[in-house]
């Protein structure tokens, strides 16, 4: 039983990070094309103004994206609750944190799934260390920066393995922006 569910998003405590960093491009899952970095023009302050009819005005890819509680853990954990709307000049690097951040939960996803499989004692230890660390640790910005060429390498490492962890998920590649 985990005390701090990390991977429940709650938008309330993020600032519509998902909105501005992420790319997408006009077609079936959003109705025009945005480049990362750019605040979507549905956006008022944190909140979307079509929210409540996304999927009717050409916006079912927002209604399926989740950041699996990458955004409101950066702007809490990594920002004390500050934002780029507030102080522009955070806009990258809360661009940069929220990017790692869903790295690090998207690990802490396929760590807590393979939970169910039935691993040798040392490989369910290693597996348990990595999890207890992404989510325990209090993240700062330039961590966040060094996670994917340090911890994140060592854990699909870990994930690739020897033949008898062969059935452990392996980590996807990249991130489709959504
Ligand atoms: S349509 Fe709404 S939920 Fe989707 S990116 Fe724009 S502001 Fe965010």
């Not at 959003?30 to 605040?39: C, I, L, Q, R, S």
Request: overall charge negative; glycine content about 6%.
């Amino acid at each position: 039983m985990h005390q701090i569910d990390r991977l429940k998003t709650d938008c309330s405590k993020c600032a519509a990070l998902c909105c501005v960093v992420l790319a997408f491009d006009k077609g079936k899952d959003f109705a025009f094309d945005k480049n990362p970095g750019e605040p979507c023009r549905n956006l008022s302050g944190h909140r979307c103004t079509i929210h409540n009819t996304l999927a009717q005005d050409g916006f079912p890819g927002c209604v399926a994206y989740d950041c699996l509680g990458a955004g409101n853990r950066v702007v809490q954990e990594v920002f004390a609750g500050q934002s780029w709307q507030r102080d522009p000049r955070l806009m990258p690097l809360m661009m940069e944190a929220f990017s790692a951040m869903r790295e690090v939960h998207k690990r802490i996803d396929m760590l807590r799934a393979a939970e169910f499989l039935t691993l040798e004692p040392r490989i369910e230890q290693k597996r348990k260390d990595f999890l207890d660390d992404l989510e325990r640790h209090h993240w700062s910005g330039p961590e966040l920066n060094e996670f994917e060429f340090g911890l994140a390498l060592e854990i699909d490492i870990f994930f690739h393995g020897s033949s008898e962890r062969s059935a452990l998920p392996v980590p996807l590649d990249g991130e489709v922006a959504t």
